[in-house]
């Protein structure tokens, strides 16, 4: 089945800076790529995703990067705010199963 | 996007009794999920759960102990029996549903239960 590694585990920033979390995947039949954030007594919240057919993704000033023959994907947050603090979490499924989940990056960033 | 509810969104429970979460979705899913998430712990899925069909379990988990209902498309319980403190966890609703590049996977708040 798929396996999914996610790092760092933590990663602090200072506001103002870049902030680049890093998936790899084991199964070459995943094509779909979704991080969540999580914060603090809430269930994850969906912020981005991106299919096996594309290599990038933006929306404002987070950006999702996926490397299929290396099988890894990437989230970039630009700008980063004391609100960007929170757990992020990468997944990977192929049609018709269901996520599995990398195991999360705490993000603090500072003001 | 679904949106998704779940009741209750915490308890804090004795060991040895059961617990029936339920999980409301305002359209209708055909893929529904539970996921385990323990204290500081990532997602771990528990089962799937398709209207008109058995729950497909993961490794690890077993029907007796963790019973699911999905009497439609747009409901479905997880029961936690017989309860000890390392089920202690928070227990998640997913669902797939229809977003703006194709099918995406929305989460519940969660319960968030506690058993003592």
């Known amino acids: 089945g798929e396996n999914v590694e996610q790092h760092p585990s933590t990663l602090s920033v200072q506001e103002g800076d870049s902030a680049v979390i890093k998936c790899t995947y084991s199964d070459s039949a995943s094509n779909y790529f979704p991080w969540y954030k999580q914060e603090l007594g809430k269930g994850p919240q969906l912020i981005i995703d991106?299919?096996?057919?594309?290599g990038e993704k933006k929306d404002q000033r987070i950006a999702v990067t996926l490397n299929k023959t290396a099988k890894h994907f990437s989230l970039h947050i630009t700008e980063t705010q004391p609100e960007n603090s929170a757990v992020y979490f990468c997944?990977?499924?192929?049609?018709?199963?269901?996520?599995?989940f990398g195991k999360g990056t705490t993000l603090s960033v500072s003001s | 996007s679904a949106v998704i509810s779940q009741k209750p969104s915490r308890d804090i429970c004795q060991r040895g009794t059961s617990l029936t979460i339920q999980c409301q979705v305002d359209?209708?899913?055909?893929?529904m999920f539970w996921y385990r998430q323990q204290p500081g712990q990532s997602l771990t899925l528990i089962a799937t759960?398709?209207?008109?069909?058995?729950?497909?379990?993961e490794s690890g988990f077993v029907i007796d102990k963790f019973p699911i209902s999905r009497p439609n498309l747009t409901f479905s319980t997880l029961t936690v029996s017989n309860m000890s403190p390392e089920d202690s966890s928070i227990y998640l609703c997913s669902v797939e549903d229809s977003g703006t590049g194709g099918l995406e996977q929305y989460f519940g708040p969660g319960t968030r239960l506690t058993v003592t």
């Open positions: 997944a990977a499924r192929q049609a018709g199963t269901a996520l599995i």
């Open positions: 359209s209708q899913v055909t893929m």
């Open positions: 991106i299919r096996s057919n594309v």
């Open positions: 759960a398709n209207q008109g069909s058995e729950a497909t379990y």
